[in-house]
């Protein structure tokens, strides 16, 4: 935790520099069994390949509106960190007709099309894995990131006070992100099962671990768990507090 950080891009760096190693979102999918694990390094790697997708190929600027049609997923918290460093706003669940660029989940492809701008498609199958066939009008997320570069620099400084978020219908500027995370969120292990659709989802599920140096265990289908399971689940990834 930095006293100086003002925007969520900020609180990445942040936590890269203090300890790069440490876990900082551990994903369960209980529909498909899949469990993957990302330490900040490598959570910070896949938001510099984003973001320079974002900046370059999709050519964004600060201010433009990227709707995130995105359930709780680790790409989803991704992409958020991602656009908070290009400065562009993440409008959670927004509208794709009133977006710049618009990505969405497999599930929301017919919805995406509304947007006139760039479409992404991500998959969402276990290892970041690609469509089989790349759904027509959209660029497959899986295809197109990994060669992008591993370090990233806005061409622009990103302003704290600027619109970085929009999730319920609510918008936030990057600084009020930070300090309403600082608040609210927890220095712990944060075991969440709450989707993305609100400001306690993405407090619980990414923003609020992050700013407070702990880590959180992003849980998408929980309700498919037993609660025996869910204990054993709380007990192996050493768990600290419960949100769902």
Known sequence: MNATDRTPADLLRSALAAD????????YDDATGERVEL???TFANWVAKTSNLLQGDLAVAPGDRVALLLPAHWQTAVWLLACASVGVVA?????????????????TLEAARACSGERVALALRPLGGRFPQTPE?????AVEVPGQGDRFAPFAPVDPDEPALVVAGREFSGAEVVERARAEGAGDR????LPYDTWDGVC??????????????????????GEEALAKRIEDERVGVVRR
């Open 190 to 193: 944060v075991l969440s099962g």
């Open 91 to 107: 409008d959670v669940g927004g509208d794709p007709a009133a977006a710049d660029v618009v990505v969405s989940g497999p599930d």
């Open 137 to 141: 009008g959209f660029v497959d997320y």
């Open 204 to 225: 619980a599920g990414l923003y609020g671990p992050l700013a407070n140096g702990g880590s959180v265990v992003l849980c998408r289908h929980l309700e498919r768990l």
């Open 39 to 41: 330490s900040v390094a």
């Open 20 to 27: 790069p190693g440490r876990p900082l979102v551990t994903f």
